[in-house]
């Protein structure tokens, strides 16, 4: 599984890790098996891990006071999970992340990010990944707030085509906010063209 997260480290530093780099990599990581519908982190809980995906696919969402889920984030392979307000902070998510498919991850706690943020190739990631994140998060933003659900699906299905695949409608719909009725309209409207 490590060797997975080390070409994921290579393919964005421009310093490749050394062997050191590497064994440390080992040694930080712990590998996990989460079962499908099985908990990575539970609403009210601190989020202990951040979580590397080598196989599998995850989902972040909070639940209203009706019982209705709304999907914030979606994990597949190469992606980092986690609630990284909550474990920066060390304080009670309000989120829950669960594996929509068995899900294989390394996973990092709190005490080991100095160890990680040490090693020159994870401090690139590290900054590469919140360059990333934050565009991404300010484009979803702008989307959800000034797109049309067409407009937002086909957004998606061209910047993250594996989410179509990977994950049913009810879930793509809510990552999308929108209704199932809406999404399955827009769908159909987008096979006609």
């Known amino acids: 599984m490590h060797e997975t997260l080390i070409q994921h480290i290579n393919s964005h530093a421009s310093t490749p890790l050394t062997e050191s780099d590497i064994d440390i990599v080992k040694n930080i990581f ?11 982190l539970q609403e009210g809980d601190v989020c202990k891990y951040m979580g590397f995906v080598v196989k599998g696919a995850m989902r972040q969402y909070s ?9 914030v984030r979606l994990y597949i392979e190469n992606w980092w999970a986690g609630d990284r307000e909550s474990f920066v902070m060390l304080t009670p998510s309000n989120y829950n992340i669960d594996a929509w498919e068995d899900t294989d991850i390394l996973t990092i706690t709190q005490t080991n990010v100095a160890v990680f943020k040490s090693i020159p190739a994870l401090n690139e990631l590290s900054s590469s990944l919140d360059e990333k994140h934050a565009i991404a998060f ?3 933003i702008n989307a959800s707030i000034s797109l049309p659900a067409e407009e937002r699906y086909a957004e998606l299905a061209k910047t993250y085509p594996e989410f179509l695949q990977r994950f049913p409608q009810h879930i793509i719909a809510s990552y999308l906010g ?3 009725e809406t999404l399955s309209r827009v769908r159909s409207h987008a096979l006609k063209k």
């Open 138 to 140: 300010l484009k979803r």
């Open 63 to 71: 639940v209203d006071d009706k019982g209705t889920e709304h999907i």
């Open 178 to 180: 929108i209704t199932k």
């Open 30 to 40: 712990t590998p996990r098996r989460i079962r499908k519908r099985q908990y990575f």
